[in-house]
């Protein structure tokens, strides 16, 4: 599942050809996603003109003058590609190849700019856990969004803040910071980075980094700035194109490039000195990557 970075990617991508555009038509291919489509989906979107696209954990919302917002979802396998009139399908190299079925794309949003110039954006999902939803308000109020926490961008989240968020927690550090009521946006592949970066295990006790006393205080400091810093890197290098995900323009992704320890199960550990090796455990389900010598 596309996590934050690439969710960031899409809307940047989509940024330049939609905000500011009007939507002349809307088209829905289906009547449902994971969920059925709104009433009058079409209807309440055609004709207004997109104010702002923004995006809130791993969802997309899409701001309309006079209208709803709309919240998307990827979910497992969603994308969007432009097509224009003159450079259709801008689809390029990919190493785990899309669909491009037409079966496939279940809405298409066509769209005029100021100047005139026609695109479509399309949402391709083959598996279809993707969904689409309206917002009548903020989208903060929406029941997708009301319960997220604090964004892992910018300087908001601190180690004073996740301290006061990871306290009294008995559960292993990796499962708290998965869980998106405390941090929004967090998934399996970055924080198993972030965590590398810090030098935490995985699986210690979630509350030990946020105990009185000067070791603590600066081992939560040290997972903030890693968790800022892992996200912004992967968003500066536009996201990990892992199977199902691409860009908006169908590009690839290179923070792959860049993992330490994710998906590096055996490999020698990156950092200088250590002399460990990457391994490998599941929790919840999900697969873990640290060092058990630098991270403790």
């Not at 590398?196 to 946020?210: H, V």
């Not at 908006?248 to 994710?262: E, M, N, R």
Request: with cysteine.
């Amino acid at each position: 599942m596309p996590e934050l970075p690439e969710v960031e990617t899409v809307r940047r991508g989509l940024q330049p050809v939609m905000e500011g555009a009007r939507l002349v038509r809307v088209e829905t291919r289906r009547p449902d996603l994971r969920f059925p489509f709104p009433e009058r989906f079409s209807e309440r979107l055609t004709g207004r003109t997109i104010t702002a696209l923004g995006r809130r954990a791993k969802y997309l919302t899409m701001h309309v003058q006079d209208g709803p917002v709309l919240i998307c979802h990827l979910g497992m396998s969603g994308s969007f590609r432009i097509e224009t009139d003159d450079d259709n399908e801008k689809l390029g190299a990919f190493h785990h190849e899309r669909s491009k079925s037409a079966a496939h794309d279940h809405v298409v949003f066509h769209v005029a700019s100021a100047a005139g110039a026609r695109s479509r954006v399309i949402f391709n999902d083959p598996r279809r856990f993707g969904f689409m939803l309206f917002a009548e308000g903020s989208p903060e109020t929406h029941p997708m969004l009301a319960g997220l926490g604090v964004e892992p961008t910018g300087n908001a989240l601190d180690g004073v803040l996740l301290a006061s968020l990871l306290k009294g927690r008995r559960s292993p550090l990796k499962a708290a910071l998965l869980d998106q009521r405390l941090i929004a946006g967090l998934g399996n592949i970055y924080v198993s980075e972030a965590l590398w970066r810090a030098g935490l295990s995985p699986l210690r006790e979630t509350g030990t980094i946020a105990r009185p006393g000067k070791k603590a205080r600066e081992q939560s400091e040290r997972l903030a700035e890693a968790i800022r810093s892992v996200i912004s890197d992967a968003i500066a290098a536009g996201g990990s194109s892992l199977r199902d995900y691409m860009h908006a323009d169908g590009s690839l992704g290179y923070f792959q490039h860049s993992f330490a320890v994710y998906d590096r199960e055996g490999e020698p550990c990156a950092k200088p000195g250590c002399g460990g090796h990457v391994e490998r455990v599941v929790q919840s389900g999900r697969s873990t990557f640290y060092c058990r010598t630098c991270q403790s």
